[in-house]
Structure formats: structure tokens, C-alpha cells
């Protein structure tokens, strides 16, 4: 069945540096998802990605969508504080089902 | 307006024991999906339902589990003869279309501790 791989696991940053989580489906997809999970929390939506080669930015965070549709990466540039969570990626093979995958756990030294 | 609640927040329950989980969607969500959150680990698909019916059960890890949405709107996620391996946090979201197209609305889940 599809499987969505995701790294880094665990990330740990200094305030202000960058930070990037990839995502990896072993299948075509049609659509991928990001969601954001704070500590404690759960995942809330933060974007959809549909077309190959998608590029979508929300203030400091920047998405992709690979041209084969296999494979998305979410970029946050000059992290803050309140970016501290689990990042994960959501693949959708065309079926009703998203496919998340295991998540990135970011942590950032203020 | 009022986002997915589920109840209870917090189960325990002895190993054997049934358990039922509820949950309420945002008011006029067509899907509504289960899902099981290990710690550390992403949510893993459990169920889907568009509105009453349920279109997708493949995630169920045994036929222990069952879940219904008989008016197509609140739903119960129900556990039989629960076992160790079942703790987990259990999701449920909500879509106001049908299928996986569309951004889903978590609630906050129940947290099952079976000892």
C-alpha cells in the first residue's frame, strides 16, 4: 500500500536559523497535505499542494510539490519560537485517505 | 462556531473491557474520519464515512473495532475486549466535501490507556 516516508524525524535550531522537513510517498500522488501539531495538541491544517512543481508560500514558510508528484518539502526561514511542533506531510493516492507520514518534531533553542 | 469535539478526553479501561468513543463534527461536514495517533508516530487512518455511509474501513486493525455514524452526523468509534496494544490517542476529523481533497478538521481526541 502507499507509504509516506518523512525526515528528519527530530530537528533542534537556534532561533532565527532555518529549518526543512521532506516528504517522500512511495506512490503518485494527487494531492499533499501539511499539518502543524503543537505539543500536546492536534494537527491543524496549514496547506494543500495539488499541481506538479507547486511552489506556495505562507509568510516564512515555503512548500513544494515535485514535479513527479512523489515527493514535497516544507521550508520555514528564520524560526521562531512559536514554530515549535510536529510537522507533518499527508498523501492522498486518490482515494478518500490521507497517508501521514511519521512527522518532524521541531525544536528551537531561544 | 463551534469546531470537532470528542468524549470522552481520557479512557482508561482494563484489558477485556469495551470502550466507546464519541465524536462530533463541525455542524454540515459531509466526511468524517477516524484515525489512531501512537506516541511519536503520525495519525494512521482508521475509518471514513461520508455522510452515514461508511466508505472506507480498511484501517481497522482488527474486527474488534466498529465504527458508526447513523444520522450522518455524530459518530462513535467503539472497541471490544480492548487490548494493551490498543492505547493510543484517537482522532477524529472532519471535511465539509467528501473525500481526502479537501483540508480536514481535527478534533482533540481521546486518549485510551488500556491496562
Known amino acids: 500500500g502507499q507509504q509516506v516516508m518523512q525526515i528528519p524525524q527530530y530537528q533542534h535550531v537556534q532561533e532565527g536559523e532555518d529549518f526543512t522537513t521532506y516528504c517522500n510517498s512511495s506512490t503518485t500522488l494527487s494531492n499533499i497535505q501539511w499539518y502543524k501539531q503543537r505539543p500536546g495538541g492536534h494537527p491543524v491544517f496549514l496547506i494543500q499542494?495539488?499541481?506538479?512543481?507547486e511552489v506556495k508560500k505562507q509568510k516564512r514558510l515555503t512548500f513544494q510539490f515535485g514535479e513527479a508528484k512523489k515527493n514535497s518539502s516544507l521550508h520555514i526561514t528564520a524560526t521562531q519560537t512559536t514554530d515549535v511542533g510536529t510537522y507533518f506531510c499527508?498523501?492522498?493516492?486518490?482515494?478518500?485517505?490521507?497517508?501521514f507520514g511519521q512527522g518532524t518534531r521541531l525544536t528551537i533553542n531561544p | 462556531g463551534a469546531g470537532v469535539s470528542q468524549s470522552p478526553r481520557y479512557k482508561v479501561a482494563k484489558r477485556g473491557q469495551d470502550v466507546a468513543l464519541r465524536c462530533d463534527p463541525i455542524s454540515g461536514h459531509v466526511s468524517l474520519f477516524w484515525y489512531q495517533q501512537a506516541l511519536g508516530q503520525g495519525p494512521e487512518f482508521l475509518t471514513y464515512?461520508?455522510?452515514?455511509?461508511?466508505?472506507?474501513k480498511s484501517g481497522l486493525p482488527s474486527d474488534r473495532f466498529f465504527a458508526e455514524r447513523p444520522e450522518g452526523s455524530v459518530s462513535t468509534l467503539k472497541i471490544q475486549r480492548t487490548q494493551q496494544e490498543d492505547s493510543a490517542v484517537y482522532l477524529c476529523?472532519?471535511?465539509?466535501?467528501?473525500?481526502?481533497?479537501?483540508?480536514?478538521?481535527f478534533g482533540p481526541g481521546t486518549r485510551l490507556t488500556v491496562t
Open positions: 499527508a498523501g492522498n493516492g486518490g482515494a478518500q485517505k490521507l497517508v
Open positions: 476529523a472532519s471535511s465539509p466535501t467528501d473525500g481526502g481533497s479537501y483540508e480536514q478538521y
Open positions: 464515512f461520508q455522510n452515514e455511509a461508511q466508505l472506507d
Open positions: 499542494l495539488v499541481k506538479s512543481g
